[in-house]
């Protein structure tokens, strides 16, 4: 394989040959780049070479317009302990890599906080020994269609990225990850993920479980069979947000909630195709949480206030005979329900929001009862269904009328 080692104007400076040309280059652009803010670039053309690190910052590494470039364990030196690419400085960029079974992680950033995270553009990594990308450190980063495929641990994980803007996942596929497919380990500032498919991770699909991750911003993502729950929120994350986006076909909750605050939920289906439910609330305590939009075959519903101890599902196709039937004389008006406590407590309850319907009904046996609390209110139907009325097992709720 053959590369180009670029000034900051473009022009070929040197030119390397051999497996450890990349990592030959970098030490290059280290001894021979003066003031390191020269953005200086290495263009490698089709082959398959060793594994790098990048100590200097302001430098870039693509592959050659329409090749294939390949970081796998083919060089000399192994220079990262098994990864494919190892980042400590800021204004670092790797486009269209592909990185093919690393004993560790495939792209790792470690990054002091003043440093400007990487920025990561159609690059693949397969098999990866731990983590397919793991970010650490740094004042933002952006993610743009990466491709990670059956890493041993986490898809993308990302840790004390504290920056309150510029962090970005735009599209690509996480699939197969052995623990989560998107894990915000800790203290995770302002990420937003956009047009991200998750699918098939042993644990969860997307997960946040710290007190420190605050305002973590996922839409357009789909997040489908995977092993726990497909979203899960909780540890203390605060203003996560989920909307427009497709959650489905989970062992798991579709989406989980915990001791989250300020969460929002909008926009995505409640069909009952998660197996453990399609929303969850688990007894912890939340506030300031808002969930409209909500999407199921039958039309749209919203919930006020704050859910707790309860389970959520729309009803399959499978399960219909469970919503069979109306109450004399009257049609149904909108979306059935299929809820149940998950905990026996005082304050396990819910409130739906239906935008038709004159009543709400219960069916636990053959017939439909009216749930006597659901009343119309500013053009909706609200009924508040709580522990006088929520089981264990879940029992349907439908409006009539």
Do not use: H
């Amino acid at each position: 394989p053959i590369l180009e080692v670029r000034d900051e104007a473009g022009t070929a400076v040197t030119t390397l040959t051999g497996a450890d040309a990349v990592q030959d280059a970098m030490a290059y652009v280290l001894t021979s780049r003066a003031p390191d803010s020269r953005p200086w670039s290495v263009v490698a053309g089709a082959g398959t070479y060793g594994d790098f690190t990048v100590k200097t910052p302001n430098v870039s590494v693509s592959a050659d317009a329409g090749a294939v470039v390949t970081i796998s364990g083919a060089g000399v030196a192994d220079d990262t302990g098994g990864g494919c690419a190892d980042i400590s400085r800021g204004g670092v960029s790797i486009t269209g890599l592909a990185c093919s079974a690393p004993r560790r992680t495939g792209f790792n950033a470690t990054l002091a906080n003043a440093d400007s995270g990487p920025t990561l553009a159609s690059v693949s990594v397969d098999r990866a020994g731990v983590d397919g990308i793991s970010i650490t450190g740094g004042k933002g980063f952006t993610l743009t269609g990466p491709t990670i495929t059956s890493p041993a641990r986490d898809g993308i994980r990302l840790t004390g990225v504290t920056a309150r803007t510029g962090s970005t996942i735009t599209g690509g596929t996480v699939s197969g990850a052995g623990r989560d497919g998107l894990r915000l380990a800790d203290d995770v500032r302002a990420v937003k993920a956009s047009g991200v498919t998750v699918t098939g991770s042993k644990g969860y699909g997307i997960a946040s479980e710290d007190v420190g991750n605050i305002d973590a911003a996922f839409s357009g993502v789909t997040v489908t069979g995977n092993g726990k729950d497909g979203v899960l929120f909780t540890g203390g994350t605060l203003r996560p947000s989920l909307v427009s986006s497709t959650v489905t076909g989970n062992t798991g909750a579709g989406v989980r909630l915990g001791d989250a605050t300020g969460v929002r939920i909008s926009d995505i289906p409640v069909d009952g195709s998660n197996a453990g439910g399609d929303l969850v609330f688990d007894a912890d305590i939340r506030g300031g949480g808002s969930y409209d939009a909500l999407r199921t075959p039958d039309g749209a519903f919203a919930l006020v206030g704050e859910p707790n101890s309860v389970r959520i599902s729309g009803v399959p196709a499978a399960r219909a005979s469970l919503v069979a039937g109306a109450p004399s004389g009257q049609s149904r008006a909108g979306a059935p329900l299929l809820i149940g406590a998950t905990a026996r407590n005082a304050t396990r309850r819910v409130v739906l929001r239906m935008p038709a319907g004159r009543t709400e009904y219960r069916k636990a046996g053959a017939a439909w009862t009216p749930v006597k609390s659901s009343k119309r209110v500013r053009g909706a139907l609200v009924a508040t269904i709580g522990p006088s009325l929520l089981g264990t097992a879940s029992t349907a709720y439908a409006p009539f009328g």
